[in-house]
């Protein structure tokens, strides 16, 4: 082999190493916020479910509305112990009560503070 060819072979191995590099990193950061967003979604998911099982219907926003819990909250409701980062707050606006519309509309957001990561999921419960 000559010199060239040597010179030649090692600037096509370091863009090859560049690019996988770039590849890792990415890869590595939407992997972080993919498992980030898992949580926030089943953090939100399982504070509607006790909101949803919250009786009776008449307390539900003096109970829940406006509401934040953290990893250090002890009273959060279904406990947020073993997520510290995590933020979730709970919006709770009744609609009624009038002869035609009596119903709940539940919004739980939750943050992760270090990748920014947001979910909202919303419920909607109606008087029965």
């Not at 819990?69 to 995590?86: I, N, V």
């Not at 519309?101 to 739980?108: E, R």
């Amino acid at each position: 082999m000559t010199l060239i060819e040597v010179i030649i072979s090692v600037m096509i191995l370091s863009g090859v190493l560049i690019g996988l590099s770039n590849f890792t990193r990415r890869f590595q950061h939407l992997t972080n916020n993919h498992d980030a967003l898992a949580i926030a979604s089943e953090l939100a998911t399982a504070r509607l479910e006790v909101v949803e099982l919250h009786r009776p219907y008449s307390t539900v926003v003096a109970t829940f509305h406006e509401t934040s819990e953290t990893s250090a909250t002890s009273s959060a409701s279904p406990s947020m112990s073993g997520y510290p980062g995590y933020t979730r707050t709970t919006s709770v606006v009744r609609t009624g009560p009038s002869a035609t519309a009596d119903y709940v509309t539940v919004t739980v957001t939750v943050v992760h503070s270090a990748t920014s990561t947001t979910v909202k999921k919303s419920l909607v419960l109606a008087a029965f």
